[in-house]
């Protein structure tokens, strides 16, 4: 993915009499290699998650339950989504401030990941996430 971008993604659903399946397979609807995933639950309200960038790393969002609100943002350009569906996915490069909330009780946000676990690669200041977003256009256009 670019850097400082992010997409909505509708995953094919494989449905037959029995119901549905959906499947994700890295470099298809997964743009990289999943090396970690994670899901957060049981959200309380009037919460709000993320509130980081990351340097590296790459993401893919999907409300399997429930839904929750996502804001994105590149140092340019914001976007707010609301996830609500287990078919649609948030692609989300490095470089992206995100911050969720509005969490419903049941959201189940799963969270595909390019990277393993890994502190140093979190941006959460967002006077340094602007500044080293702003670089980095910087750098691009020289
Ligand atoms: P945190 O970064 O605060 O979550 P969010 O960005 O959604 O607000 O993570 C919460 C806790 O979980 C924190 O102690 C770090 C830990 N954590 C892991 O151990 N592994 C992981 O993959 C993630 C995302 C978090």
Sequence with gaps: MKVGSWEVVQFQ???DDRGELISLENFK???FETKRV???IKTKAGVTRGLHAHR????VLIAIAGSCK???ENGQSTETYVLNDCKTGLRISN?????MSEFSPDCVLLVLASEVYDPS???RDRKIFLQESAAFYQDSIS
């Design 13 to 15: 659903s494989k449905g």
């Design 29 to 31: 609807e997964v743009p």
């Design 38 to 40: 994670y899901y957060i």
């Design 56 to 59: 590296h790393l790459e993401q």
């Design 70 to 72: 996502i804001k994105v």
């Design 95 to 99: 470089l992206v401030w995100r911050e």
């Design 121 to 123: 690669d979190y941006i």
